[in-house]
């Protein structure tokens, strides 16, 4: 033990940052059979084992790795909450294919189907695919990925139609009329 002790002590910089808080008395002494080291020293030491061994490690205070377990706890809760109620703000699946470009507008939360280009369309299914992805979504429905998926295709048709031709298309690099 008191050659572990030393070759640790060898292995910290004499200038380093100490890891650990001290006491409003000082530091204290720890005695390892025999070694004598303050507890700066020994944290010191501990702590550049540890990042020879794993560079990404570090050694905290207990309040500090209790507050951050407590900040954990607090935002799988929220995150719960949250996703509770997307599921209830959500939108429910139509009863078969999105044919109406109303309804595809109305799914993608634009308020008619004239106020929207490409670019929007795009953006929001951005917005909207993963969150409800079957495989990866917070919501995940495979009907609803697969009715998010026909209403941007049907609006993108939408606006190619409509827009698809005039001054519109050539500010876009389209072919112009």
């Known amino acids: 033990m ?8 060898l292995l910290a910089p004499e200038g380093g940052a100490d890891p650990g808080p001290r006491d409003a008395g000082g530091e204290g002494v720890l005695e390892v059979g025999g070694t ?3 507890d700066g020293a020994i944290r010191r030491a501990l702590a550049a ?3 020879l061994a794993d560079p990404g490690a570090r050694i905290l205070p207990a309040e500090d790795v209790r507050r951050l377990e407590a900040a954990v706890e607090t935002l799988g809760y929220r995150n719960k ?5 997307l599921q209830r703000l959500s939108f429910r699946p139509l009863d078969g294919r999105i044919t109406d470009v109303r309804d595809a507008a109305q799914l993608f939360g634009f308020v008619n189907e004239w106020c929207f280009d490409e670019d929007r369309v795009r953006r929001r299914f951005r917005e909207l695919a993963p969150v409800y992805h ?3 979504g917070i919501v995940a429905c495979r009907e609803r990925m697969g009715q998010l998926i026909d209403a941007r295709n049907l609006l993108v048709r939408h606006v190619r139609s409509v827009y698809g031709s005039g001054d519109w298309m050539a500010g876009r690099g389209g072919p112009s009329a």
Do not use: I, Q, R, Y
């Open 2 to 9: 008191p050659a572990l002790a030393a070759a640790a002590l």
């Open 134 to 136: 079957p495989d990866t």
């Open 36 to 38: 004598h080291a303050g």
């Open 49 to 51: 084992a540890l990042a």
């Open 81 to 85: 909450t949250l996703a509770h109620a």
